[in-house]
């Protein structure tokens, strides 16, 4: 029963955004509502994908204090005496500007590296985006933020670490950007990102393609020139066009696998033909 009880409220920071964003997708929706059976699904492939950091989350977080030991701390000390909420807070929003930073830069990659969008696509294919598709990724692609993100991270800065509150923030902003709801941040979407711009990065329109990939602060994206500002009922259709959702868990499973030995294969018959003397 204890065990219980435990387990209940570290599922409460992911549970209640879910409720409370599901029921406001309900009456002020952006596209089509998700099916009771899509919901099954992505909660299915979502508790998979929380089985890894659940799983190896001791082993993820001894190898980073490993890195952080090996240059005692990080070559930029960013950590400071907090006696308040305001210090505590901007504490907190240093931690958040990084790690938007490196992870815009993954996020890129998947896009743009076939081997990673093998990966990353099970989390595009969804036709009817909501908060439900937020952690509908892959179980591998927790394995590779770690040498994109907390490695460098921890090699480079000594952050203030709040793992808890971190944890929170993240999960909701990142069920909130998901979320099936007709509302747009006008021009603070260039700052703060809301689910109309990160609906346009979910976009199946070729115009929206490889856009918007910060997932806190789209200043990133406006910097290195990947924003797209939405007009102000520019709410379009999700997935990935020519390709229908999956059906089964195991599918998602198993998903990046058949990509990459298709081109591995195609590396081989390239080599052969390299290699092989002319007649």
């Given at each position: 029963?204890?065990?219980?009880?435990?387990?209940?409220?570290?599922?409460?920071?992911?549970?209640?955004?879910?409720?409370?964003?599901?029921?406001?997708?309900?009456?002020?929706?952006?596209?089509?509502?998700?099916?009771?059976?899509?919901?099954?699904?992505?909660?299915?492939?979502?508790?998979?994908y929380l089985a890894v950091p659940t799983l190896l989350g001791g082993l993820m977080a001894a190898l980073i204090l490993k890195v952080r030991g090996i240059n005692r701390g990080g070559l930029i000390n960013l950590d400071f005496a907090r006696t308040g909420f305001w210090s505590e807070a901007a504490a907190v929003l240093i931690f958040l500007l990084i790690w938007d930073f490196f992870y815009y830069w993954w996020h890129r990659a998947q896009h743009e590296v076939k081997a990673l969008w093998a990966l990353h696509k099970l989390?595009?294919?969804?036709?009817?985006?909501?908060?439900?598709?937020?952690?509908?990724?892959?179980?591998?692609?927790?394995?590779?933020?770690?040498?994109?993100?907390?490695?460098?991270?921890?090699?480079?800065?000594?952050?203030?670490?709040?793992?808890?509150?971190?944890?929170?923030?993240?999960?909701?902003?990142?069920?909130?950007?998901?979320?099936?709801?007709?509302?747009?941040?006008?021009?603070?979407?260039?700052?703060?990102?809301?689910?109309?711009?990160?609906?346009?990065?979910?976009?199946?329109?070729?115009?929206?393609?490889?856009?918007?990939?910060?997932?806190?602060?789209?200043?990133?994206?406006?910097?290195?020139?990947?924003?797209?500002?939405?007009?102000?009922?520019?709410?379009?259709?999700?997935?990935?066009?020519?390709?229908?959702?999956?059906?089964?868990?195991?599918?998602?499973?198993?998903?990046?696998?058949?990509?990459?030995?298709?081109?591995?294969?195609?590396?081989?018959?390239?080599?052969?033909?390299?290699?092989?003397?002319?007649?």
């Open positions: 029963m204890k065990f219980l009880m435990i387990a209940l409220i570290g599922l409460a920071p992911i549970a209640i955004p879910f409720v409370i964003l599901g029921l406001l997708e309900r009456r002020y929706p952006a596209g089509p509502l998700k099916s009771a059976r899509g919901w099954i699904f992505n909660i299915k492939v979502s508790l998979l989390h595009h294919l969804d036709e009817t985006l909501g908060v439900s598709s937020q952690m509908r990724v892959h179980w591998l692609e927790e394995i590779g933020r770690i040498p994109f993100i907390f490695i460098p991270m921890a090699l480079i800065f000594n952050l203030p670490m709040h793992a808890g509150i971190i944890a929170v923030v993240l999960t909701a902003w990142t069920a909130f950007i998901h979320a099936n709801l007709r509302l747009g941040l006008g021009r603070m979407s260039r700052v703060i990102a809301g689910p109309q711009v990160h609906r346009i990065h979910h976009s199946n329109l070729p115009r929206h393609f490889d856009q918007n990939y910060a997932a806190l602060f789209p200043f990133y994206d406006v910097i290195f020139r990947t924003y797209y500002h939405p007009a102000a009922d520019e709410y379009p259709p999700t997935g990935i066009a020519g390709e229908p959702d999956l059906r089964t868990v195991s599918q998602a499973f198993v998903l990046p696998f058949p990509a990459w030995l298709a081109a591995f294969r195609n590396r081989l018959d390239s080599a052969d033909e390299v290699n092989t003397p002319a007649a």
